[in-house]
T-cell receptor
Framework: DAGVIQSPRHEVTEMGQEVTLRCKPI?????LFWYRQTMMRGLELLIY????????DSGMPEDRFSAKMPNASFSTLKIQPSEPRDSAVYFC?????????????FGPGTRLTVL | AQKVTQAQTEISVVEKEDVTLDCVYE???????LFWYKQPPSGELVFLIR??????QNEISGRYSWNFQKSTSSFNFTITASQVVDSAVYFC??????????????FGDGTTLTVKP
């Protein structure tokens, strides 16, 4: 079975540009999570969805960040405009939340560099 | 509020040594789940184990073993006869049960393990 798929794997952009990161969760999973990882702040949860509905976006740093999940098999994280401090690895994870299981499975990450 | 503490920031051992990574958690819930993930130098996050709060049985998987003790709120991870390929950052995580949080997990800051040949 395919795992969580993220694209692109690497993105280099200039300050002020719009960046869109994409995620395809594991088929059948009902929850999706976006994380950001930096040396300074570690692994931070940005936002998560359950059944395509955003549940908690309190981790989104500011209005420049937005996330959508139009259907069960696709989500995007957009940064507009991007800034150098947004440089990080962005992970998407999905899980099947039931009574007895909720393990998150992570994608390979997108390494974002904002110049 | 949930909290996961991995007090060891970095550990360095020589190959074939045993090493234990500590994880202490805080939660008010009686039902919760604990996880360990491995992040090798390649960067991906690999799921290792999940344990629910009602199962305090220790688990062994090859050279890996986990010791869950509710009395001390700890879920420690031991690697026996460590190998260079075990070098990675290891994360402990906690998830509270229930539908409202949709499986949201709190992660520790990670322990960087370096195994030298």
């Amino acid at each position: 079975d395919a795992g969580v798929i993220q694209s692109p794997r690497h993105e280099v952009t200039e300050m002020g540009q719009e960046v869109t990161l994409r995620c395809k969760p594991i088929s059948g999973h009902n929850s999706l999570f976006w994380y950001r990882q930096t040396m300074m702040r570690g692994l931070e949860l940005l936002i998560y969805f359950n059944n395509n509905v955003p549940i908690d976006d309190s981790g989104m740093p500011e209005d420049r960040f937005s996330a959508k999940m139009p259907n069960a098999s696709f989500s995007t994280l957009k940064i507009q405009p991007s800034e150098p401090r947004d440089s990080a690895v962005y992970f998407c994870a999905s899980s099947l939340v039931r009574v007895d299981t909720d393990t998150q499975y992570f994608g390979p990450g997108t390494r974002l560099t904002v110049l | 509020a949930q909290k996961v503490t991995q007090a060891q920031t970095e550990i360095s051992v020589v190959e074939k040594e045993d090493v234990t990574l500590d994880c202490v958690y805080e939660t008010r819930d009686t039902t919760y789940y604990l996880f360990w993930y491995k992040q090798p130098p390649s960067g991906e996050l690999v799921f290792l184990i999940r344990r629910n709060s009602f199962d305090e049985q220790n688990e062994i998987s090859g050279r890996y073993s986990w010791n869950f003790q509710k009395s001390t709120s700890s879920f420690n991870f031991t690697i026996t006869a460590s190998q260079v390929v075990d070098s990675a950052v290891y994360f402990c995580a906690l998830s509270e049960a229930g539908w409202t949080n949709a499986g949201k997990s709190t992660f520790g800051d990670g322990t960087t393990l370096t195994v030298k040949p």
